[in-house]
């Protein structure tokens, strides 16, 4: 099973600042037949399913803010909120969908400081 | 609008069944594949099972495997998970979820855009 690591646990970002979290892969999860990143970022917030934001590593979802990024490739890869507010509190997913079983990771607990 | 809404969740013993579903509303349900992914409480994301758009091709957890079995109506627009031989450590909140696109085609890999609001199964004695 590819194994997906996030860092930090938590986080605590200023209003109006950049907040960034990261995730590594086990393995590769870049498709060379079609050079796309199986990777998929979702927030969760409480006492809400998951929501999409981010997908093929940086292609953002429809209607999500575009403070919102995703970047890396092969197994190192990044969520960044460009500048923090407040409704941005959450816990954020990385996921890998090269392969099943689809595997999360543990989860980075976004907070206000 | 696109809706997944999940229902048949609750307290059962250990060693018992239990089948929950998933009611879709809003697109096409017979195009897209589906899955199930639960979360146990204060825990994180756990997937658990897909389903190809036809009901052809399954694919499971290994912790579920043997025990559950993932199905769909698509004429009832209607997606279950069987449970047998629940454990305590099934105990979850349950969601079932849609591949972003539609895609007649198995062995597809896609991100999960559409997230029902999940039904929890306690599995305790």
């Known amino acids: 099973d590819i194994v997906m690591t996030q860092s930090p646990d938590s986080l605590a970002v200023s209003l109006g600042e950049r907040a960034t979290i990261n995730c590594k892969s086990s393995?590769?999860?870049?498709?060379?037949?079609?050079?796309?990143?199986?990777l998929a970022w979702y927030q969760q917030k409480p006492g809400q399913p998951p929501k999409l934001l981010i997908y093929w590593a940086s292609t953002r979802e429809s209607g999500v803010p575009d403070r919102f990024s995703g970047s890396g490739s092969g197994t190192d890869f990044t969520l960044t909120v460009s500048s923090l507010q407040a409704e941005d509190v959450a816990v954020y997913y990385c996921q890998q969908y090269y392969t099943t079983p689809y595997t999360f990771g543990q989860g980075t607990k976004l907070e206000i400081k | 609008q696109v809706q997944l809404g999940e229902s048949g969740g609750g307290v059962v013993q250990p060693g018992t069944s239990l089948t929950v579903s998933c009611a879709a509303s809003?697109?096409?349900?017979?195009?897209?594949?589906m899955h199930w992914v639960r979360q146990a409480p204060g825990k994180g994301l756990e997937w658990v099972a897909s389903i190809s758009y036809d009901g052809s091709d399954k694919s499971y957890a290994d912790s579920v495997k043997g025990r559950f079995t993932i199905s769909r109506d698509n004429s009832e627009n209607t997606l279950y998970l069987q449970m047998s031989s629940l454990r305590v450590e099934d105990t979850a909140v349950y969601y079932c979820?849609?591949?972003?696109?539609?895609?007649?085609?198995?062995?597809?890999?896609?991100?999960?855009?559409?997230w029902g609001q999940g039904t929890m199964v306690t599995v305790s004695s």
């Open positions: 979820a849609r591949d972003r696109e539609a895609t007649m085609v198995r062995g597809v890999k896609l991100p999960l855009d559409i």
């Open positions: 809003g697109f096409t349900f017979s195009t897209y594949a």
């Open positions: 393995q590769s999860v870049l498709y060379s037949s079609n050079n796309k990143n199986y």
